[in-house]
């Protein structure tokens, strides 16, 4: 599906810039005594899907989680650095919390459907910032369920509870919510992690076809799928960066041990 095929009905959160940009400078984490994430140094590209790979426990899902300020609700979390949105210092911000996460739209690894309909789901962040019309609610909801492929399935049943859809049809879901309030970066934290092989791969053609509009940054455990599907590879190792760079360097000319060895298997 193109997506530019399709009536924009949201106007009022078009992106700023068609070139997003995001850059991750001199990065710290701490949670309490625990160092996660340790002088992080990156540059994101734009309309591309960015896989984050590396063993359990090196830090890639904190990264994302500190990109969209969840990292915030973290008890005992310090943060030091610079995350970087078009020219905006998004962890030093000021900014209302739901105006940054709206850049920064978050797909977790298990679907989290809110207690409420379908139709509800996907609106639900445009009335949190402002939109009200229900004319125009209709018309947002319709698009970003057929963007995600989910609207002739539940076209007919938008006022049935969210929690009644399958696992898979969850996840889409969630994705069309987190698309709905126009996000300039995606963020997608094992995001087919929990999902059959069908609508594991469902998920994936949808994330290649959504690279057209979005700049999309994918924790991945499965190098398979990073293979299948990343424009642009970074690999973390116990909360450093390793190596980065464009996938098919990356993938087929690695330049540092660690990520020869964690590419052949020899640690997990």
Not at 231 to 242: A, K, Q
Request: net charge positive; hydrophobic share 40%.
């Amino acid at each position: 599906m193109n997506l530019k095929k399709f009536f924009r009905p949201d106007y009022k959160f078009a992106r700023q810039s068609e070139e997003a940009e995001l850059e991750i400078q001199s990065l710290d984490v701490h949670i309490n005594d625990h160092h996660i994430l340790k002088d992080v140094n990156l540059r994101l590209p734009n309309r591309k899907i960015t896989c984050i790979i590396g063993p359990s426990g090196c830090g890639k899902t904190t990264l994302l989680r500190t990109m969209n300020r969840l990292i915030d609700s973290v008890e005992g979390a310090r943060i030091t650095g610079r995350v970087i949105l078009n020219s905006e210092d998004i962890v030093g911000s000021g900014e209302d919390i739901y105006h940054l996460r709206r850049k920064l739209g978050l797909v977790s690894q298990k679907p989290c459907p809110l207690p409420m309909s379908i139709f509800d789901n996907v609106a639900y962040g445009c009335r949190i910032h402002g939109i009200r019309n229900r004319r125009k609610l209709r018309m947002i909801v319709k698009y970003y369920l057929e963007a995600v492929g989910l609207w002739n399935e539940v076209s007919d049943r938008l006022g049935s509870p969210a929690s009644r859809l399958s696992v898979g049809q969850q996840q889409r879901l969630c994705l069309a919510r987190s698309l709905a309030v126009e996000p300039q970066f995606l963020l997608a934290d094992e995001a087919t992690s929990s999902l059959d092989p069908i609508s594991s791969k469902s998920i994936e053609e949808l994330f290649v076809k959504l690279k057209q509009d979005y700049s999309i940054i994918m924790v991945t455990h499965t190098l398979q799928q990073a293979r299948r599907i990343a424009d642009y590879v970074v690999f973390m190792y116990l909360g450093e960066v390793i190596e980065e760079g464009p996938a098919a360097e990356v993938f087929g000319n690695p330049k540092h041990t660690l990520t020869k060895e964690y590419l052949l298997g020899a640690f997990n």
